[in-house]
């Protein structure tokens, strides 16, 4: 589109925040999804909004490692999703790795490009509970689809592994087709994660293009980018007011670095370090398109894993823009500040709509691959995710007026249930209030006095329970770093099985162990996001119920009966005698 150059002083507003799916990754291996990641998005030649992910029921590598792509249901918003469904036509002995999209507007045409594991012998051996795995990578192949043809085509390699020193090609983010008509996809050349039994060597790693002169017809790998000291994986580009492209690197200095060509791709300047700090994860640019050769970086602003008050995360998942070429930058906007041990949200991938409008997808999990909220069962297999679509508006100016319209936006919890729409907040005098006002009443303030947020449900409410989780989300990520400054109290499970609850929270015992011997209710799975993310932070859970027993006991024959009970089973009550009920 043509587009006003974005001005200096534009703030993003978070417009709207939607998971595409969610990931069960504390479910049975092999029953179903447990593991997605490396989200992509574009358009499709109909104005419709395509996503795209790597995704297995086992681990990353696995060999039912493939691809699922979901398409937006509402145009270009990109608030409802269709099923997932997986790109056909993968060998069943391999993986397929980082989809790619790209919207070429020059010929109409919706790639997707992707990797695809080749060559047994490249395999990584079994490990003790590990099948075996495939390192990341393989040859390049693509996809396309357009409005003549709105089937995937059949799949075309584009650069085979054995083709340069036989190291598996590995991609991350989008192209760009440049102003003389070139595009040039980012690719890199990973040898340190294939086994010995990979006729391949780490001195062939290098980051590269791979170059198209012809509109896609035929591809032509360009560049041999190193240095010393670090790896320069997972690059991303764009193209300067100079005519030059810029590649911008994930490496393992705490900081990005960038090299620059002025030739297509055929020669690159030494890679140098930018002022941008990188966790060593992907960042992606999107240079806009508007006059003025605005550039938009979607990264992780720290420098390491645990520089972020968190133990090994990856957040404060920013915006940024430049407007000299990438120098400098300015933020506009945090997708995701949340300071939570083992938390990662990162692998962005951005995308313009309209004028007005950048999408952003990422991945959001923890390093053990737990999920952040219940699992969602989408079809026969069960879907995957830990991605989400937040959009970000580009406004005129950071006025008062605009600030009080941020106030305003809806509230989106993780599973896609809006404020307005599947739920309303009140105060105590029956007045509508926004939600975001209720879970700063019940949060603020909560490190310096004892606070007790009591929620009542429905126990088959899943919006109750949804509201639930948000909320005990936001008490994690607000927690002081004291030890014991937080706990999870919950009715569901009796005192007297509190034991049960521990030996589970420090790993002793199996989930069906707490199930079976904590008499859980039957829908546990509506609690267990709860009860999961208290035992990855590290937070108690308390068993709060009387022992149902004693509560038949007092219903039978009055509460004054459990006077006699013995001193073992006065413990698991409140003091006695207990108030009665209040009016």
């Known amino acids: 589109p043509t587009c006003k150059p974005v001005p200096t002083n534009a703030v993003g507003v978070p417009e709207f925040s939607q998971f595409l799916l969610k990931h069960g990754g504390q479910e049975p291996k092999g029953e179903r999804v447990r593991y997605a990641h490396m989200a992509t998005i574009g358009l499709l030649p109909n104005k419709t909004l395509l996503a795209a992910w790597q995704a297995s029921m086992w681990y990353e590598g696995a060999q039912d490692q493939t691809i699922y792509t979901t398409t937006s249901l509402d145009g270009e918003r990109g608030q409802a999703w269709s099923l997932p469904m997986e790109l056909p036509g993968r060998p069943s002995d391999s993986a397929r790795w980082s989809p790619v999209i790209f919207s070429d507007g020059a010929t109409g045409l919706t790639w997707l490009f992707y990797t695809q594991s080749a060559h047994r012998q490249c395999l990584r051996p079994a490990e003790g509970k590990h099948p075996e795995l495939w390192p990341p990578g393989g040859s390049i192949h693509a996809v396309t689809v357009s409005v003549e043809r709105p089937h ?82 997972e690059g991303t580009i764009a193209e300067l007011e100079t005519g030059c492209v810029v590649l911008m690197f994930r490496t393992s200095k705490g900081w990005a670095y960038r090299s620059e060509s002025c030739d297509a791709g055929t020669t690159w300047a030494d890679p140098s370090p930018t002022t941008i700090r990188n966790p060593d994860t992907k960042m992606n640019l999107l240079g806009w398109h508007a006059p003025g050769h605005t550039l938009l970086l979607a990264y992780n602003n720290h420098k ?50 309209g004028c007005d409008r950048v999408l952003l997808v990422f991945s959001r999990g923890y390093s053990c691959c737990a999920p952040t909220a219940s699992v969602v069962c989408v079809g026969s297999g069960g879907i995957a995710v830990g991605l989400s679509s937040t959009g970000a508006t580009l406004l005129e100016s950071a006025s008062p007026k605009h600030h009080k319209h941020t106030q305003t936006i809806p509230h989106v919890l993780d599973n896609g249930m809006q404020e307005g729409r599947d739920f309303m907040a009140y105060d105590n005098k029956g007045r509508p209030v926004s939600f975001s006002k209720v879970l700063e009443s019940a949060l603020t303030h909560a490190h310096l006095e004892p606070k007790v947020v009591f929620l009542g449900e429905y126990h088959d409410d899943p919006v109750a329970h949804a509201l639930e989780l948000e909320i005990f989300k936001r008490a994690v990520d607000n927690k002081p770093s004291r030890e014991n400054s937080l706990a999870l109290s919950l009715e569901m499970f009796e005192r007297d099985v509190q034991g049960v609850m521990t030996e589970y929270l420090k790993g002793c015992i199996r989930e069906r162990d707490l199930e079976k011997d904590g008499r859980s209710w039957p829908n546990y799975s509506d609690y267990r996001p709860l009860v999961e993310l208290a035992r990855s932070q590290l937070v108690p859970v308390i068993c709060a119920n009387a022992p149902r027993r004693y509560v038949s006991l007092a219903g039978r024959t009055g509460r004054d009966s459990l006077h006699d009970l013995p001193p073992h089973a006065l413990a698991s009550l409140p003091p006695l005698p207990y108030p009665s009920p209040s009016e």
Not at 159 to 180: C, G, T, Y
Not at 187 to 199: D, L, S
């Open 152 to 233: 995937w085509s059949p799949p075309r390699t584009l650069l085979a592994q054995e083709d340069e020193d036989f190291v598996p090609k590995v991609i991350a983010n989008q192209p760009i087709r440049a102003s003389s008509g070139a595009i040039l996809l980012p690719f890199w050349r990973e040898a340190r994660t294939a086994p010995a039994t990979c006729p391949t060597s780490v001195d062939t790693e290098s980051a590269g293009v791979l170059v198209s002169l012809d509109g896609g017809s035929t591809w032509q790998a360009r560049g041999r980018i190193r240095t010393k000291g670090t790896h320069l994986i």
């Open 304 to 353: 390491g894993y645990n520089d972020a008050g968190c133990r090994k995360c990856r957040t404060h998942l920013t915006l940024s823009m430049s407007q000299d070429g990438g120098l400098n930058w300015k933020n506009l906007a945090i997708a995701e500040k949340a300071k939570v041990n083992f938390k990662k949200s990162h692998y962005p991938s951005l995308f313009q709509v």
